[in-house]
């Protein structure tokens, strides 16, 4: 079965320091890769998606992913965290062939500490 | 424009009684999905539509959990018999492009499910 693995499932940093949340997927077809964000109490927001364009993604909030294709990993990287990235992180994956349903990462909390 | 929309946003009910869920897609999106997080967890597919073809059905845990969809308008999620185990945030969300990959879906806030 298809399946996304986000390698950890919480993430702590200092404000203004880079973030990195770990993601791979299982190699099959051409895979469409997706991370959203979901605050408390808040709905899921598209961060960034790859879709076999470029392999590095630019994404909203300083966010971006690059996609390799050897590791079968797209992890999520942004330079300098900020206290409002504080949520928690899901990396998904999209088939083709399954009709754009998507496959969810058990998710990545980013905690942010001042 | 308007998101995608859901009712109710709570809903506490007590085991073995039936409970409804409704969404409302973004107009013109043929596509309307359903997912289901757990408490601290991932979200878990559910169902598909899109447009007038046979819904894939194979998200769904077991036969008390069924699904409608009138054309390409509202969506309803039903859950006969409920159990404890299936208290959670049921999403739903719609896209552009019928089975498409590609194109983002659009989520709702979802409808909180508790079985007492």
């Known amino acids: 079965a298809q399946s996304v693995t986000q390698l950890d499932s919480h993430v702590s940093v200092s404000e203004g320091t880079p973030v990195l949340l770990r993601c791979n997927y299982s190699?099959?077809?051409?895979?469409?890769l997706f991370w959203y964000v979901q605050h408390p109490n808040k709905g899921l927001q598209l961060l960034l998606k790859?879709?076999?364009?470029?392999?590095l993604v630019k994404g909203i909030n300083g966010f971006e992913a690059e996609f390799k294709k050897s590791e079968t990993s797209f992890h999520l990287t942004k330079p300098s965290a900020h206290m409002s990235d504080a949520a928690e992180y899901f990396c998904?994956?999209?088939?083709?062939?399954?009709?754009?349903?998507?496959?969810f990462g058990q998710g990545t909390e980013l905690s942010v500490k001042p | 424009g308007a998101g995608v929309s859901q009712s109710p946003s709570n809903k506490v009910t007590e085991k073995g009684k039936d409970v409804e869920l409704r969404c409302d897609p973004i107009?013109?999106?043929?596509?309307l999905y359903w997912y289901r997080q757990r408490l601290g967890q991932g979200l878990e597919f559910l169902i598909y539509?899109?447009?007038?073809?046979?819904?894939?059905k194979s998200g769904l845990p077991s036969d008390r959990f069924s699904a409608e969809r009138t054309g390409e308008s509202v969506s309803t999620l039903t859950i006969q018999r409920t159990q404890q185990e299936d208290s959670a945030v049921y999403l739903c969300?719609?896209?552009?492009?019928?089975?498409?990959?590609?194109?983002?879906?659009?989520f709702g806030p979802g409808t909180r499910l508790t079985v007492l």
């Open positions: 790859y879709t076999s364009a470029a392999t």
């Open positions: 190699s099959s077809y051409s895979p469409s």
């Open positions: 969300a719609s896209n552009r492009l019928a089975g498409s990959s590609y194109n983002e879906q659009f």
């Open positions: 998904v994956v999209s088939y083709y062939n399954q009709g754009g349903k998507l496959i």
């Open positions: 107009s013109g999106h043929t596509a």
């Open positions: 539509f899109q447009g007038n073809s046979a819904p894939d």
